[in-house]
């Protein structure tokens, strides 16, 4: 791609859809952090159990299984509100179900109606989610691939923004209409959750008035070549294999077949006697019947946009989702201790907010808005690279501020680095993971492509406390800065490929892929 200039590079934070997605960012940080952050304060405040507030914590799997049902946003457009157009169609629905969803939330006392407070939150979720889906497809239809890096740093100042209104700023909220935690008051979280159910109105305004992305009809007619029957049922035939493949493993794990090989029992007996059994039964025949009843045609909405992918990338689609796999692992990984490290070094409740919060949000923001703004003038691999060198290498300042106690300075220069590195990372990856997805199936894939950048990182992020009890905090960060050259290494190889025309460059957002 030829370089630009900085005017031109500039230019590109100017257009319309930049403010565009400034709102929707908003709008999708507000309810993420009120359905969890934010609501297990509210729980706990009124008395909830800690192991109560731990089940409900598991609303977020919404958000981590949004790739299932991300094919009907793609493949089908809504009745009556569908002549908005289809993005525009299921931003407006999902934003009203928030808004309908969170002023309901406020009116559920947790000390009367826990339960109601739970369903409304689930659907609160699974609409948030929706809406990120159609705000991904969104940005990747409205401009081209120089400019997604500048729409994406827009979005996640949007976003953060809303995340720190939602989480401080709530509580500050409720405070100040009168419920503490010495003082429980329904009432002041009524108001608060009312109040930031209003405050996504304005992004619903956005909605209606942001133009439609012009998607070439021969794109769309050739994305919703399904039914909408065929759509609904492949969604539910991949949650019921979703849920019945680990849940029949996790029973046979519970059957006692010990007692059959080595007590004499038999297996008539384990079948009437043992309930693990009985389910592990159950769900493998849940599990076969989905895979042979429905097979591959049942499957066709949620596996052609893989095959597209595969198809279109060959074996480089390995390189490419190894490369997607580990580019967040060194700062996820990390920053799954970074809490626990700041308060065994001996900083303050007040110091970790603050420094976190003001220094951390502008470093973010300005990072990600340099990441748009380089992405522009030079392309994205270089700022990809330059991006995943400095998070790995941040982590080496957080070894040295292992060293030196409860440093503030230290702490303050730490956080700003590590956060504008992060932010100029960020930027740089979401314009990398736009580029690759096909406007055919912009919703599904970069849902997809999303969640796998997710995937490994919280994995081995669940293990990083054995890490620092193992290693100690000094050696951990640098075993969390190390993971990021793998990943350097795949950056290198796939820009080597691709200046000299050999590789799987991606393709421009707009493009058709034949």
């Known amino acids: 791609m030829p370089r630009k200039t900085w005017r031109a590079a500039l230019a590109a934070y100017a257009s319309p859809s930049t403010l565009v997605l400034l709102l929707l960012g908003f709008a999708a940080g507000l309810p993420y952090m009120l ?39 793609d493949q089908w457009r809504l009745p009556l509100l569908g002549k908005l157009g289809r993005r525009r169609s299921w931003l407006v629905l999902a934003q009203i179900l928030i808004v309908l969803g969170l002023i309901g939330m406020g009116f559920c006392d947790p000390q009367k109606h826990l339960s109601w407070l739970i369903a409304i939150a689930v659907v609160v979720a699974f609409a948030s989610a929706t809406q ?37 700023g709530a509580l500050f909220f409720a405070e100040g209409f009168g419920s503490t935690g010495f003082s429980y008051k329904h009432s002041a979280w009524t108001g608060t959750y009312v109040l930031f ?7 619903l305004l956005t909605t209606f008035f942001m133009r439609e992305p012009p998607v070439p009809l021969r794109t769309q007619l050739s994305a919703g070549r399904y039914s909408f029957v065929h759509q609904l049922s492949s969604v539910f035939v991949l949650i019921v294999l979703l849920v019945s493949v680990p849940a029949m493993f996790t029973q046979l794990y519970n059957t006692d077949f010990a007692s059959v090989l080595f007590q004499g029992r038999s297996m008539l007996d384990l079948l009437l006697e043992d309930r693990a059994f009985l389910r592990a039964i159950l769900y493998t025949i849940l599990t076969t019947l989905c895979l042979s009843s429905m097979g591959r045609r049942g499957l066709a909405p949620v596996l052609t946009p893989v095959n597209d992918f595969i198809v279109r990338y060959r074996w480089q689609a390995l390189l490419l989702l190894g490369l997607i796999a580990t580019y967040r692992m060194s700062d996820t990984v990390m920053g799954v201790m970074a809490n626990v490290f700041y308060i065994d070094q001996g900083f303050t409740k007040d110091q970790i907010a603050g420094v976190s919060k003001i220094f ?7 990072g990600a808005g340099m990441g748009g703004l380089l992405i522009v003038r030079f392309g994205i691999l270089p700022i990809l690279f330059i991006g995943g060198a400095a998070s790995a290498a941040t982590n080496l300042l957080f070894m040295l501020l292992a060293d030196m106690g409860p440093n503030l300075k230290m702490l303050i220069v730490t956080i700003s680095l590590d956060n504008f590195s992060s932010g100029m990372a960020t930027s740089a990856f979401v314009a990398y993971l736009s580029s690759l997805t096909n406007l055919k199936f912009s919703a599904t894939q970069y849902a997809l492509l999303s969640s796998i950048m997710l995937l490994l990182p919280r994995l081995i992020g669940g293990y990083s406390g054995v890490m620092v009890e193992k290693f100690g905090y000094h050696k951990f960060f640098i075993i969390t800065a190390v993971m990021g050259i793998p990943t350097l290494i795949l950056i290198a190889i796939h820009w080597y490929q691709s200046s000299r025309g050999e590789g799987a460059v991606p393709a421009a957002v707009g493009e058709e892929t034949p």
């Open 360 to 366: 951390g949000l502008i470093m973010t923001l300005l």
């Open 35 to 73: 359905v969890f952050s934010t609501l297990s304060v509210w729980l706990r405040e009124a008395g909830v159990a800690r192991e109560t507030i731990g089940y409900a914590s598991l609303i977020g799997l919404a958000y981590a299984f949004k790739w299932v049902w991300s094919p009907l946003l």
């Open 132 to 168: 990120d889906i159609a705000v991904d497809a969104y940005r990747l239809e409205i401009a081209n691939d120089s400019q997604q890096a500048a729409l994406a740093a827009s979005y996640m100042s949007g976003y953060r923004v809303a995340a720190l209104l939602a989480t401080a």
């Open 197 to 203: 159910g209003l405050l996504m109105i304005p992004a």
